[in-house]
Every structure is written in structure tokens, then in C-alpha cells.
T-cell receptor
Framework: DAGVIQSPRHEVTEMGQEVTLRCKPISGHNSLFWYRQTMMRGLELLIYFNNNVPIDDSGMPEDRFSAKMPNASFSTLKIQPSEPRDSAVYFC??????????????FGPGTRLTVL | AQTVTQSQPEMSVQEAETVTLSCTYDTSESNYYLFWYKQPPSRQMILVIRQEAYKQQNATENRFSVNFQKAAKSFSLKISDSQLGDTAMYFCAFLPLWDGTASKLTFGTGTRLQVTL
């Protein structure tokens, strides 16, 4: 299995631009998670989906952030407009889903976002 | 809500020595997992070891072992025979186990481990 795939691995953009981060979960996994990692706040859960449905988006910082999961094999995290304080590493993770060991999450390599 | 506390921001150990990283947590959940993740400079989050709360036996994975004290809500990681490749940030994480739905990980703030010659 290829593991969780994220693209791009690095993104540099200017303030005000739209940024789209992409994630392909492990095949067969029903749950998908978006995390943000910064020096100041550590690892934070932004949103997670179960069977393509958003379950908890309480970690999404503000309306500039949106996430979608149109199908079981693809999710996007969009920031519009981007700001310098959005600079961070964004991780996507997936798990089989509910129940016991099935909740274990596998992480993608992350996308390092820099907003100038 | 759960909280995970790692009180050691940085630690250093000499190669081949043993080091213990501390983690405490607070929860009202009765069924959960605990994890230690390693994050090397490559940024990849690598699962090191897991512990099911209902198991009394401490988990072991090669040179990595945990000391799980459920009553004290403590979950420390011991690295034996430390290697230069163990240099990384280590995160303790808590995962409640809910029937029928996915649950979310809560991470500690991390401990930066430096292995020296």
C-alpha cells in the first residue's frame, strides 16, 4: 500500500492567494483527518470525516478554511485568502474507522505551507 | 475533553544509553489507546508504539517499551540502546475508542530528543 498521499509537499504563496492542499487516504480507510502543526500551537486537529461526511470541524480556525471530501479517495483543504499566520505543516491522516484498532491513524508526509 | 502533558521539552542521551520520556494524561474515558509518535527532521509522523488501556501488560517494540500506569494516568516511553537515528521529536497521543464512529487524537506538546556520540 502506498500509504497516505499528500500534495504538494511544499507550497509557497503570497498573502491573499488561494491555497489548496490535497490528500488521498489509504484505500479502504473510512475516516480522514486534517491536522496543522506549528511551533506555537503544536499539532491541532482541524477537521475529520467519516464516510466522506464531516464529523467535527470545530478545529477549523476561521471561515477562510474549508475542507471537502467528495469521495472516499480524495480530500481537499482550502485556504482563501491565505495569510502569513497560516504558514505551517499540514498533515492528513486516515484510519479504518470505528472500533478498537480500526481507529489507529496513519499519517501522510505533510505539506509545508509558507505564506509570504 | 482529554489533555496530554509532556513536561520535558528537550532531552539528551548518549548513544547506547537508555532514556525515558514522560507523558501524563487526563481523561474520563474508560476505553482508549495511547501512542508514542516519532517525528524526525523529515517531518514524517512515525508510530513508535501503542498501548491499549485495557491491557495491563506494558507494550514493547524492540528497543522501545512503555511504562503504563493507568491509575496514575502516566505513559512513559523508554528507549534502550539509543541510536543516532532516534534523534527526533517524540509526541505522546491519546485516542478514545468510541463504538460506531471515529475518534480524534489528542497530542502532547512533544519532547525533542537528541542522541549524542
Amino acid at each position: 500500500d502506498a500509504g497516505v498521499i499528500q500534495s504538494p509537499r511544499h507550497e509557497v504563496t503570497e498573502m491573499g492567494q488561494e491555497v489548496t492542499l490535497r490528500c488521498k487516504p489509504i484505500s479502504g480507510h473510512n475516516s480522514l483527518f486534517w491536522y496543522r502543526q506549528t511551533m506555537m500551537r503544536g499539532l491541532e486537529l482541524l477537521i475529520y470525516f467519516n464516510n466522506n461526511v464531516p464529523i467535527d470541524d470545530s478545529g477549523m480556525p476561521e471561515d477562510r478554511f474549508s475542507a471537502k471530501m467528495p469521495n472516499a479517495s480524495f480530500s481537499t483543504l482550502k485556504i482563501q485568502p491565505s495569510e502569513p499566520r497560516d504558514s505551517a505543516v499540514y498533515f492528513c491522516a486516515s484510519s479504518l474507522g470505528a472500533g478498537g484498532r480500526r481507529n489507529e491513524q496513519f499519517f501522510g508526509p505533510g505539506t509545508r505551507l509558507t505564506v509570504l | 475533553a482529554q489533555t496530554v502533558t509532556q513536561s520535558q521539552p528537550e532531552m539528551s542521551v548518549q548513544e547506547a544509553e537508555t532514556v525515558t520520556l514522560s507523558c501524563t494524561y487526563d481523561t474520563s474515558e474508560s476505553n482508549y489507546y495511547l501512542f508514542w509518535y516519532k517525528q524526525p527532521p523529515s517531518r514524517q509522523m512515525i508510530l513508535v508504539i501503542r498501548q491499549e488501556a485495557y491491557k495491563q501488560q506494558n507494550a514493547t517494540e524492540n528497543r522501545f517499551s512503555v511504562n503504563f500506569q493507568k491509575a496514575a494516568k502516566s505513559f512513559s516511553l523508554k528507549i534502550s540502546d539509543s541510536q543516532l537515528g532516534d534523534t527526533a521529536m517524540y509526541f505522546c497521543a491519546f485516542l478514545p475508542l468510541w463504538d460506531g464512529t471515529a475518534s480524534k487524537l489528542t497530542f502532547g506538546t512533544g519532547t525533542r530528543l537528541q542522541v549524542t556520540l
